[in-house]
């Protein structure tokens, strides 16, 4: 059979493939555009800046580290895990969770292996927000909570920190309480602002919450950040929040790999049960080598027993450094971010917004900050920015030299 090669391709499309048009669609969140931490990065790329905004290491990671991975790899274990997880991690994670925090999670129905918290706290409030239930979160918050309470139908109910000095405010937070409320979202060690919530705070939140029906969502991906000698306040060792809690972890912080992206829920069995439910259908299984490399290294505990020192260094030697600038230091209790407020500064960009004095501050001084008002649904401004310290020495002291005009 021959092939009629005379007419051209246009006059071979049918009618219907010459209107092919993509259909217009309304957006679910108009509001939303690129997150500030991806826009800041690619600001700092462009200028050459130092990044002192997006929240990750600028070293590598342990090389053993490395190497569990690379082993598990060529074990030939690369085909899909389990749904929950490797049974070797969730175990390791269920004994380092006991060890710290006294509370024994069931390593097969109260452990998850998630694609970073990011994943595990999306997970969780499609497993119980429907339509019409109230979430409160804590402003300022991590960008992601909003816009997942609202993609589950959700109806977020925004609580301020107490401005200044970042503390929660209980009476704020009961008084946000309605029948409605499904679930509360905390993050301790606090981003942005540094802070870590005391004991007697998670004592106040237990009371707070025991005659009622609220699930706590407890984000602590900065669990070993804490410092001074201050001990990380986890949900778990409290059992009225633990029996309503799911608290969410990243690997990407603690070992420094935040471009690994696993992480875990721990929670009550019934609640683990909802949210597998949804994760089985949202990921399924979370990287097999990966999982297998976490477990090998978690055997030796100093990784994480020695994270505080670490970066309790790099904090000082970050806040020694800003000594001699006219910013204002704000908490530095735990998290690798240091808050300071600019108002003080003897240049007039310190009247600009907050997101525009951030991007002077990369493009003309060269050193990238994130804007607090990025953490608040009204943009509130505050004259606050955040710098991250998770980088080695000579990059931190090259952002001090250039901040030292100031
Ligand atoms: N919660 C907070 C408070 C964070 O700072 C981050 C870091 N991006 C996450 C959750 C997400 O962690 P992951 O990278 O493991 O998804
Ligand atoms: N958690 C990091 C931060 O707060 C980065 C998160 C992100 O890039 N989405 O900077």
């Known amino acids: 059979m021959s092939i009629d090669t005379s007419r051209d391709r246009s006059s071979a499309l049918s009618p219907t493939d010459q209107v092919a048009r993509t259909p217009a669609i309304q957006t679910k969140f108009p509001a939303v555009g690129t997150t500030i931490f991806t826009v800041m990065s690619g600001l700092a790329a462009e200028k050459g800046a130092v990044n002192l905004g997006q929240g990750f290491p600028d070293f590598d990671c ?22 929950t997880g490797v049974p070797v991690l969730r175990e390791a994670i269920a004994a380092k969770v006991q060890g710290l925090y006294g509370h024994r999670y069931d390593a097969t129905s109260e452990i998850t292996v998630t694609a970073g918290a990011t994943q595990a706290i999306l997970t969780a409030i499609l497993a119980v927000v429907r339509p019409g239930d109230e979430v409160i979160v804590l402003e300022p918050c991590y960008d992601s909570y909003v816009p997942n309470i609202e993609l589950a139908g959700g109806t977020v109910v925004r609580v301020p920190l107490t401005p200044g000095s970042f503390r929660p405010d209980f ?123 976490l477990a090998a290294y978690m055997a030796d ?18 806040r020694e450094g800003l000594k001699a600038t006219k910013f204002r230091m704000l908490a530095g209790e735990g998290t690798y971010f240091q808050c300071v407020d600019i108002s003080g500064l003897a240049v007039p960009e310190r009247d600009l917004p907050e997101a525009e004095f951030c991007k002077w501050l990369t493009s003309e001084v060269g050193v990238a900050a994130i804007p607090l008002s990025a953490f608040y649904g009204n943009g509130f401004d505050q004259k606050v920015v955040r710098f991250c310290f998770a980088k080695k020495d000579e990059t931190l002291n090259t952002a001090l030299g250039r901040l030292a005009r100031l």
């Open 62 to 83: 342990d090389p053993r580290l490395v190497s569990a991975v690379t082993d598990a790899m060529l074990r030939g274990l690369n085909q899909y895990p389990p749904m």
């Open 301 to 318: 505990p100093q990784p994480h027993l020695t994270l505080p020192a670490f970066y309790q260094r790099k904090r000082d030697l970050f």
């Open 171 to 293: 009476d704020k937070i009961a008084a946000a309480i309605t029948p409605r409320t499904r679930a509360l979202l905390i993050n301790t060690p606090h981003n942005p602002s540094g802070t870590v919530w005391s004991e007697a705070d998670m004592r106040r939140l237990q009371e707070l919450l025991a005659p009622t029906d609220v699930l706590l969502i407890s984000d602590e991906v900065y669990e070993h950040m804490v410092f001074d000698g201050q001990l990380h306040q986890s949900a778990a060792r409290f059992p009225g929040l633990a029996a309503r809690a799911f608290i969410v972890s990243s690997f990407g912080k603690t070992y420094h790999v935040t471009g690994w992206k696993v992480g875990y829920v721990a929670a009550p069995a019934t609640l683990t049960a909802e949210f597998r439910k949804v994760h089985q259908f949202n990921v399924f299984t979370v990287n097999t080598p990966v999982q297998y490399g």
